[in-house]
């Protein structure tokens, strides 16, 4: 059986199904803001943010990575420890800068003051560098002439 409908029908039909919604059964989101969570920043020594750079968290059980993603482009990285206890931060560039922090969180999860631990690089002002790179020009250049001293006047003595 086929129902004939003319073209004012079918534009009626048209409009019902265009314009009334049928409910959809699909899931939605919902967000909210929350604190207490951790900021981590990380610097060079020269003050600048380490823009972007990879970070890793751990719990304080160990086992598999907690949170990882990149710093924001001022060296900021937010996260939400989720128990207490002291969880390890590592931030690295990629580029041979590498940051640990031990974060230590209490029972009500808030946070004293975080720690660098070795391994990574550290926070030296740009002069002591220059002077260590100096100083091993000196020290080299002294080794050199001391052996060719040597290789001069001891091929020359007389006995």
Same mark, same amino acid.
């Given at each position: 059986m086929l129902i004939r409908m003319s073209a004012i029908g079918r534009l009626l039909l048209a409009g019902l199904l265009f314009f009334c919604p049928l409910k959809a059964d699909a899931h939605g989101v919902s967000g909210e803001v929350s604190t207490g969570g951790m900021a981590v920043i990380a610097r060079y020594s020269d003050g600048k943010p380490m823009s972007y750079a %990879?970070?890793?968290?751990?719990? @304080?059980? !160990?086992?598999?990575?907690?949170?990882?993603?990149? &710093?924001?482009?001022? #060296?900021?990285?937010?996260?939400?420890?989720?128990?207490?206890?002291?969880?390890?931060?590592?931030?690295?560039?990629?580029?041979?800068? %590498?940051?640990?922090?031990?974060? @230590?969180? !209490?029972?009500?999860?808030?946070?004293?003051?975080? &720690?660098?631990?070795? #391994?990574g690089n550290s926070v030296a002002p740009r002069w002591m560098g220059a002077v260590a790179g100096i100083g091993i020009i000196f020290g080299l250049t002294g080794i050199v002439m001391a052996i060719k001293s040597r290789r001069k006047w001891g091929g020359s003595s007389s006995g």
């Open positions: %990879r970070v890793k968290i751990t719990a @304080p059980e !160990g086992g598999p990575s907690f949170q990882s993603g990149r &710093t924001d482009r001022n #060296g900021r990285f937010c996260f939400y420890p989720d128990g207490p206890g002291t969880w390890t931060v590592v931030v690295d560039d990629e580029m041979g800068h %590498r940051l640990t922090l031990q974060v @230590p969180v !209490g029972e009500n999860r808030g946070s004293t003051a975080a &720690t660098s631990v070795g #391994g």
